[in-house]
């Protein structure tokens, strides 16, 4: 399948013309109205913003989304200009046209500022350690220039005539996002119980130590974890419903006239129906 992507001197200048917001970054996961949907249904795709248990609706970015593609049954359609059909809604619609599993993903671009106290915090919580040794010198009060590329990625699936989940390629094909949760194992025909592989990247390539955590919604529990030197992890299925992965990735930069620090956020939205033993 053809991977398309905008080359990244294109992200930069549009990063670089979103105006600036004085707040610490909010991790945003891409949310369908629907997990589970018949062949030719439309469905509505929206943001919920927060911590991943607790996250709700957010108004659309329409200045910050800079690129969605929608990926099934072997093409892929990109947009460029993702906006509401209507003002003041908060969400875009699709229609899901391929049997099995339907990929959508996205890129928000936009430029931040915050005192450098607020960006060590959240490095802490969010960054693996040994990726952060340039925030050390960080001033508590000075004011800091972040660039923020988050990418939201999430799955929707056609159940077939008989019931059965099969798993899908498509759910585990690399999408070429700025920062991404690629599964090696189709997460919706995953088994309570099971554990589900995965890589994380960030610019196309692996990023070894990233801080990974994995949320049930429904239940509440969350999962920590390390991806490897390989940038590889798993973590325990511990149960049905709605979940959420994320990590986060920080870089300095030098010689960007328009940001001091880049934050790459990755997350990744599924549903998981089947139970033990089924």
């Not at 930069?12 to 949310?31: C, E, I």
């Not at 509505?44 to 690129?67: C, N």
């Not at 090696?184 to 990233?210: H, I, N, W």
Request: charge should be negative.
């Amino acid at each position: 399948m053809n991977t398309l992507r905008p080359p990244a001197w294109h992200l930069w200048l549009l990063a670089a013309a979103v105006p600036a917001w004085a707040a610490p970054p909010v991790t945003s996961f891409l949310t369908p109205s629907k997990y589970s949907a018949a062949l030719g249904e439309s469905i509505a795709l929206r943001f919920d913003a927060g911590a991943a248990k607790d996250a709700q609706p957010a108004p659309w970015p329409a200045d910050a989304v800079q690129w969605m593609f929608v990926r099934g049954g072997g093409e892929q359609e990109n947009r460029h200009d993702v906006r509401p059909q209507r003002a003041g809604d908060n969400s875009v619609v699709l229609q899901i046209a391929h049997s099995g599993v339907t990929v959508v993903g996205t890129l928000q671009s936009s430029v931040a500022e915050m005192t450098g106290s607020e960006l060590r915090t959240y490095l802490q919580e969010n960054v693996a350690a040994d990726s952060i040794a340039g925030a050390s010198g960080l001033s508590a009060d000075r004011s800091v220039r972040v660039r923020l590329l988050s990418t939201g990625k999430t799955l929707v699936r056609v159940p077939s005539e008989d019931g059965q989940i099969v798993p899908s390629a498509v759910a585990t094909n690399k999408s070429g996002l700025a920062a991404e949760i690629r599964p090696r194992f189709d997460p919706t025909a995953a088994e309570v119980g099971s554990d589900l592989p995965l890589m994380v990247y960030v610019d196309g390539d692996k990023c070894p130590g990233a801080k990974i955590r994995a949320t049930n919604v429904t239940t509440g529990h969350t999962t920590v974890i390390n991806a490897d030197p390989s940038g590889s992890a798993h973590f325990r299925v511990t149960g049905a419903g709605l979940w959420r992965v994320e990590f986060h990735h920080a870089l300095p930069l030098e010689g960007d006239a328009a940001a001091d620090w880049v934050l790459y956020s990755g997350t990744l939205s599924f549903e998981v129906t089947k139970g033990a033993g089924q």
